[in-house]
Each structure stands twice: as C-alpha cells, then as structure tokens.
C-alpha cells in the first residue's frame, strides 16, 4: 500500500484557509512526513494521522513555508516524551538552525535525533520493504525532490500448485527467489509453474519547489504517482520560471513526458482563491490530474 | 486607549483548538505584538488586526511556543513588500536564529528590521506617547515581561475658566505643563483653577511565564490589567514550580498583592479541555480576574 495525505497545499503566503507544504506518505505500515511548514502539527492533529509512528522526515528545502512547523513538532514529540529515533533529511543549515534552537529553549530531546544533510541525488535510506531517494530540483536555493518505492516483494507461491509437483516445504524461500526445482529424478519444476509474480513494486514522487526544465522528466519517470507544484496558472510562465515555480501546463507536460500514472498538483499561489482552473488547465495536457486537497489522501 | 488583544491562551501543547501565546497590544493608535507562537500570522488574520501597522515587536523568552510563528511572520511581511521599520526585542540568541534563517532561504527583506538583544530590567521604548519596559521574570531559561504604559499627558485647559482669568494664548503650554500664571498686577491664578488634571495614564503588564515568586509584585504593582499565566489549577503548585509555571492562585496572588485593577489569566496547560475552574479559582483570592480568551480584547 502507498498513499499521499496532503496537510498543506498552498505556497508561501498563508491564504483561504490553505496552509504550506507538508504530506505525510504512508507505505505498507511506514509514515514519512514530507516538508512540515508552519501549522503541520495542528494539520497532523486535525487529520487525525498517527504521528507518533512517523520515524522519517524530508525536508525539500529551507524557505520557510516548507519547515518552519518543523522545530514545533519536534518540540511537542519531545514534550509527549518519544522513545523512537527520528530520522532528519534536510539541507545541511537545518541542523544548525535546529540546534540553535533547541539551546536557547534549554531543549533537550527524549528521543535520538539522527540529521542527515542532503548532498547531491541518490539513495537516502533502504529497508526491505522501502526505498526512498531523493534528487535535485530547479529552485532558488538548493532543493530536493524525493521518490519512495517500494522494494520488489519476492515473488508468491502457489502453494496448491507446489503440493501437486511435490516441491518441499523447505524449498519454499529458494522459490520466491525465482529459483527452480529439481526433483529426485532430475525433473526440473519450473519456478513460474509454482508461483506467482509479486506485485508491481509502488512509487511516488515528490518535486517540491520546481522551475520547468526537462532534466525532470527522467528523474520521475514512471512513477505511479506524481506530485508537482504549479504555483500559477498557465498564462503566467514568465512569472513562474522569473521566481523558479511552475505552472499548471508544466507540471503536466513533467506529467506527459515522464509517462508517470498519474498527477498531483499542488502549492498554489495565494493569488488564487479557486483551485477548480487548476485541474482543468493540467488536464488539457495530462488527463490523469488532480489537485492536492488538503486531509485527502491519494494511493496508488 | 489601552487595550490587549488575546491571540493565543495556551501553554506549549497545541490542544482543543487554542494556540499558543501571542497578544496585540493597542496603545492608542500603535500596535505592539508580544511574543508570537506556531500559527501567529493566522490568528493575526483571523482576528482581523491590521498588523501592518505592528511597528514593535517584544519576545518574551526563547522556548519555541513564545516564537516559532515569529520567522513566517517575519518572512510574510517581507512577501507583503513592507516597506516601514520594523523594532524586535527579544532574548539576544533569537538574531542569530533569524539571520542563519534568512541566510539559508536566500531572504533579504524589503523593510529594515531592527534587532535589540533584552538586558536586565529598564525602558526599552519611550516617545511622548507611551513607554514599554522589561523586567525579568523567574524561568527555566531567561525571561521577560512588558510594561505598557501611556505617558503622562499633559493637564487639559479649561477654556472657559481660562478666559473668564484672561490668561493669554501664548501661557497656555506653560498651562498644560502645571505651571501657576501671574497677571500684570501680581495676582496670582493657580493652575488648578484654569486646568483639569490629565487623565490618569493607562498601564498594562505582560508577565510571560513566570514562576510565583514576591519579587514580581513590585515591578507589576499598580497596572490598570496584568497579564499573569495560570497553566495550572491550584492543586497542581508543585507541579508549577518545577516547571517554573504559576497556578491560579499564584497568579492571583501576585495581583492581589501588587494591587493591580483587573488580572487576565492564560497560558493554559493542555491538561485542561474546560477553562472555567481556571476563573473560578482566581477569583477566590482576586475577584477582579478574567480568563485571556483568544479573539476578545480586554480594554482599560
């Protein structure tokens, strides 16, 4: 199972109710919490999304409205005395914002903070059931986009095919392997004959803050779902490419040429009280789009 | 006009929708905020204050729900085009804070913003019009509290009275400054007679966290309100010492003895859904008390 739960879709001025970036990717039974502008805790709350079981944050970037709720929430995980480790992805300024912070509060944390700083593109973290990497955007300041996947399931056996063709127990892990069997006499049982393909590893991606530029197509390509600011609408790309965002016709043309499912819009600028023109302007390029509501969740 | 503007009443813990502590002081026609928590900018706008004319800012003390809505804050000015100066008084690690901040999102803002690190106790701002000073309070890290006061206004002339003695024009300052005018032929008019006394200056004390303790009654004595935190019942007095907090009865206490006129209670604990008990137990020792409900202003 992955999903997407929205906390904040809008860009950097609060307005209508919207609030700044932060999502909350849920994989299998892992919660990543993706940006956490200023709010994030009360949005988590509001959602009622089990925080207490998120174990790893991203932070994109380090203008504010995508993490100046962070050193809130970390202080309240203390305050509700959290055991778990947390692990911290972020530009490396945020541990020394972090912890500028926490010494002028006399703040010393329950748990174990572990930072990491964010350096060039690649692999952040890797278990056996999720992978998350992340990969650089065209913004400002320095900025990451992150890609969770799930990692390949071995594959099933079928296990009233396995009986039929004797193959034992014992040889039950070499087969989700994709090993074959040989039995006694020699006879070779062909693995797809007694088991079944995992299911198709899941992904989502991530791109943060954003200015169109193709080197974005591959780093995203194919995912299942695709998140993809577009601060303005299409007949502002000057001012969008001027301020390194992206339009609605951009993120879908991302959308397009990645040949990703589907598309997530999101970060909108707060010039615009309706979102419906979003959709709608995004489709024309890429139909499989919707706009990130906030406390909606989007799985794959 | 003295009056305070009730932004957020509760302690560190987001919880039943209350948000940390921020109040908006109306001194006249001048707005000062003091201190700005997660969610500030939000509560500003929600309230409807126009806070583009908040020229001063005063930060209590550095624990995050005093201050971490102070950088969006700041950052939205800067997004608005502010243009006028911008006065922050706080503990001196909070312009380090700011500044690695700015630096790290590439912020240069369109305002000047004028940092003042707090120092013992004293006047921080005085114009002819009103005075703010600090005093410290008793708290795990350091801490202050905000005196407001109006300035002495000069006497009022009574016009009437005033030509009725023939006192010319051109004596009228020297009127309003208290002094006695002598006719041609000796005869002296006392300034009573041909002036009213100013109206009294109005005062109002922001006393931040703050563990009870006698010393605190001095420096708040005789304010027209004073902001006192209660984040706990009165039960709960070990408790609020080790914590360096109050309960009602302490706040209570402290007005009672400073002879202030009306106390405003705040900063509530999490702990605590329904906020009535938190009256009714500081009117046991100081009637005058009124719960600091956020959105309502408590005028002098």
Same mark, same amino acid.
């Given at each position: ?7 904040? %879709? =809008? ?5 209508? /109710? ?39 944050? #991203?932070? &994109? ?17 203390? +305050?509700? =005395? ?25 703040? &010393? ?38 890609? #969770? ?7 099933? @056996? ?18 989700? *392997?994709?090993?074959? #069997?040989?039995? $006694?006499?020699?006879?070779?049982? !062909?693995?797809? @004959? ?10 989502? *991606?991530?791109?943060?803050? %954003? ?25 502002? *790309? ?12 951009? *993120? ?6 990645? =040949? ?12 615009? /009280? !309706? ?17 990130? +509501?906030? $406390? ?5």
């Amino acid at each position: 199972m992955l999903g997407v739960t929205i906390l904040g %879709n =809008n860009s950097a001025l609060p307005a209508f /109710d919207r609030h700044p970036t932060a999502q909350v990717v849920t994989l299998d039974d892992h919660l990543f919490l993706v940006d956490c502008g200023e709010g994030t805790q009360v949005q988590l709350s509001k959602y009622k999304i089990r925080w207490g079981r998120i174990n790893y944050i #991203f932070i &994109s970037h380090l203008h504010g409205d995508h993490y100046f709720g962070l050193p809130g929430f970390i202080h309240t995980m203390g +305050l509700l =005395n959290r055991e778990n480790d947390l692990h911290l992805f972020g530009p490396a300024p945020l541990k020394e914002i972090l912890e500028l912070q926490m010494r002028a509060a006399g703040t &010393s944390l329950p748990f174990t903070l572990h930072f990491y700083a964010l350096q060039g593109e690649g692999e952040l973290v890797k278990t056996d059931k999720f992978r998350v990497s992340c990969f650089l955007t065209k913004h400002r300041v320095p900025c990451w986009g992150f890609k #969770f996947e799930q990692v390949k399931a071995p594959r099933r @056996i079928n296990i009233e095919k396995a009986r039929i063709h004797n193959v034992p127990a014992v040889f039950f892990d070499r087969l989700k *392997a994709g090993d074959d #069997f040989i039995t $006694g006499n020699g006879k070779v049982i !062909k693995n797809a @004959i007694v088991t079944d393909p995992a299911p198709k590893p899941k992904s989502y *991606a991530f791109c943060a803050d %954003n200015q169109y530029h193709d080197e974005m197509i591959s780093k995203v390509s194919g995912v299942d779902i695709l998140y993809h600011e577009a601060t303005y609408l299409k007949d502002l *790309a000057e001012r969008a490419a001027s301020r390194f965002h992206a339009t609605t016709h951009q *993120a879908a043309l991302t959308a397009k040429h990645a =040949n990703v499912k589907r598309l997530l819009i999101g970060h909108f600028s707060s010039k615009y /009280d !309706k979102l419906e023109i979003f959709e709608q302007e995004a489709k024309e390029v890429f139909p499989a789009t919707e706009i990130a +509501l906030e $406390g909606a969740t989007y799985f794959v």
